[in-house]
């Protein structure tokens, strides 16, 4: 039976789908191993072996085996056995997890019960693991299926991992933002929204909005220092494009959304601010659009009746309208990274590109705390004019089922910076050429109209603000959209274009943003590196 201690390995001969098995758990390594087994002994372990590691164990439990017929003659040496059943993560295609049982069966009572107990006081001992949740529910968002989705696939694990939950099904825009202004959230160990982009950008705002208001910062400062909070997000996903959801786990799959909250993951994410004239618009995670995809959003909302067909719709209208804004794009280039967005290096669990940047930018603001470096304010800035169909801001890879690969591939989810890509006028033919790359593997910047730069501050200010003034001493003077109004197969300038903000519309085309590093936290660990999908179940 091997040492009774919780600190040395503890070491087994039980059965496992009527197999003789040994079975070995070693606290040291936090490690549940078992393999086939048939001779005297325990034997070593063969290539066939299986480990769940007991990070990814959800629950333990003694089975019921009563009313269970075992017609076998490996069952009749035991007069009355005995079983536990561990609960545990199961590694499935694409990233997706799922949720598998392994029941192992003993001779002995005692033995059993030692299993039991010294398995469930190594789950007690996992501290990172969410015990009480604040769960937002958007019953409207995508197809309308997030109540189910959550009944269905994600209330069961969250009751086998002894998670109690509170549940606000919402009834009206930014209610989940709202509540997180008013309740004390401090009694949860995180958040939950199960919805789509929409649904966690509203959780997004009002955490940090809270915490900002807790700690006494103005969010309406270009420059304020925000404060990150000590609650997790964990996004159930139940939207149309769950671009947040892809990007940090891999998949759009609800069931793999679960596991990562019920095992505690936790992943550090930027957050970019949009600030214009000192007053803050909004926070931004993944698409900071302006041109192209800004005038996708903003003609949709418009056919809100159309339902999920009216994306196409309106990037077809926007595609054929082929409008280029001019504009002036001032950056600070984040010399702090260690990556860069062309390296082919995509952000990945446990990432060191994250890791290191943050160290790197941490050493970076103290050095301009002491005096020993340039200050924010006298550092070079780049500054690139001219006319564009396209300026992007990506904090992440922004992939999704459309395109696995994202806008974006090697963009980090928690290195302080985002990538700022600017599509310059070209033919309607090129800048097709440049779309459909966002959906195989080629690189989509090998263009001459294409240019990308990782930055930690921006600001964007379109021709036609800074005419303005001009244009009040010279009425006379036509306004740069009616210049081809006659001709709709040209690249028509257009005065200016609206914001795609994750999904919602600023009609500010002025505006400055600013990346602050690992703000908020996920309950995600990355997309792991692709592995042979687990064989334990």
Not at 265 to 281: E, K, Q, Y
Request: contains cysteine.
């Amino acid at each position: 039976m091997g040492a009774t201690g919780a600190a040395e390995p503890l070491r087994s001969v039980l059965w496992v789908k009527q197999q003789r098995c040994a079975v070995s758990l070693e606290p040291a390594r936090a490690l549940l191993r078992w393999w086939r087994s048939p001779g005297p002994g325990a034997g070593a372990p063969g290539a066939d072996a299986c480990s769940v590691p007991v990070s990814e164990i959800i629950a333990v439990e003694e089975t019921d085996v009563q009313g269970k017929h075992h017609s076998s003659g490996k069952w009749q040496k035991m007069e009355k056995p005995y079983a536990f059943t561990v609960h545990c993560v199961k590694r499935a295609r694409r990233h997706r997890w799922k949720w598998a049982q392994v029941t192992f069966w003993c001779p002995e009572e005692q033995l059993c019960h030692l299993w039991l107990q010294t398995l469930q006081e190594m789950l007690e001992k996992l501290t990172s693991r969410p015990k009480h949740l604040l769960v937002f529910i958007n019953p409207f968002g995508g197809k309308g299926q997030g109540k189910r989705i959550y009944e269905r696939k994600v209330a069961p694990l969250f009751t086998l991992a002894s998670i109690t939950t509170d549940i606000i099904v919402t009834e009206h825009a930014n209610q989940a933002k709202e509540t997180l202004y008013e309740i004390h959230v401090e009694k949860y160990d995180g958040i939950v929204c199960v919805g789509g982009d929409g649904m966690f950008s509203e959780v997004l705002h009002g955490l940090i909005g809270r915490t900002q208001r807790s700690a006494g910062v103005d969010q309406n400062h270009p420059r304020a220092v925000l404060v990150p909070s000590s609650l997790r997000i964990g996004i159930i996903p139940a939207g149309s494009t769950d671009c947040v959801c892809y990007s940090t786990v891999g998949t759009s799959d609800a069931e793999t959304s679960a596991l990562h909250i019920v095992v505690g993951d936790s992943l550090a994410m930027d957050v970019s601010s949009v600030h214009r004239n000192s007053t803050l618009l909004r926070y931004s995670v993944s698409l900071l659009g302006y041109g192209f995809y800004g005038d996708i959003i903003k003609d949709s909302e418009k056919k809100r009746w159309l339902g999920l067909a009216r994306y196409d719709f309106s990037g077809l209208k926007t595609f054929l309208s082929h409008h280029c804004y001019e504009g002036t794009v001032s950056f600070l280039p984040a010399q702090h990274t260690v990556g860069s967005p062309r390296d082919g290096k995509p952000c990945r669990a446990g990432c060191f590109v994250c890791r290191q940047s943050r160290q790197q930018l941490e050493d970076e603001q103290k050095k301009a705390l002491y005096g020993l470096e340039a200050a924010e304010d006298v550092e070079e800035w780049q500054v690139v004019c001219g006319k564009f169909l396209a300026i992007n801001a990506t904090n992440m890879s922004c992939a999704c089922r459309r395109s696995p690969r994202g806008l974006s591939p090697a963009a980090h989810l928690g290195d302080g910076s985002s990538d700022l890509i600017l599509i310059r006028k070209c033919s309607r033919f090129n800048f097709l050429r440049f779309l459909i790359r966002h959906t195989n593997q080629q690189d989509q910047f090998d263009f001459t109209f294409v240019e990308v730069y990782r930055v930690k501050k921006f600001q964007f200010t379109s021709k036609h603000v800074e005419d303005e003034d001009s244009d009040l001493k010279d009425g006379g003077k036509k306004r740069f959209g009616h210049i081809c109004s006659s001709h709709p197969s040209c690249c028509c300038a257009v005065s200016s274009s609206s914001w795609n903000c994750d999904g919602e519309v600023l009609h500010s085309p002025a505006i400055e943003v600013r990346v602050h590093c690992q703000l908020v936290r996920l309950f995600a660990r990355g997309i792991e590196e692709t592995v042979k999908p687990d064989s334990h179940s």
